[in-house]
């Protein structure tokens, strides 16, 4: 059963930058996309980007110009790199992958950010 991984998590304040880590347990090559989800306390889970087996990167709106998604394909590794974060940026955030129909979440890490 695949794994997924997240760290790097943790409390900043405005303005300052986090690098989320997805690591999974097999071969990146072997999902139909992987992405990052957030859900903040009272709200539905949410977008925020999406790395496609092929095609364009996507991302939500709100995090456009300030979140990049990457991966390692060597070690099997997802990423989101959060620049200028913002209090309404603060919540849980999830990996997720695509294994062809069937989504694989992770546990989640939290991410808080101070005004």
């Known amino acids: 059963q695949v794994q997924l991984v997240e760290s790097g998590g943790g409390l900043v304040q405005a303005g300052e930058s986090l690098r989320l880590s997805c690591a999974t347990s097999?071969?990146?090559?072997?999902?139909?996309?992987m992405g990052w989800y957030r859900q903040a306390v009272g709200k539905q889970r949410e977008l925020v980007a999406r790395?496609?087996?092929?095609?364009?990167?996507i991302y939500a709106d709100s995090v456009k110009g300030r979140f990049t998604i990457s991966r390692d394909v060597d070690k099997n590794i997802l990423f989101l790199q959060m620049n200028s974060l913002q209090p309404e940026d603060t919540a849980v955030y999830y990996c997720e992958a695509d294994q062809f129909g069937v989504d694989v979440w992770g546990q989640g890490t939290q991410v808080t950010v101070s005004s």
């Open positions: 790395f496609p087996r092929t095609g364009s990167r």
């Open positions: 097999e071969s990146i090559f072997g999902f139909n996309s």
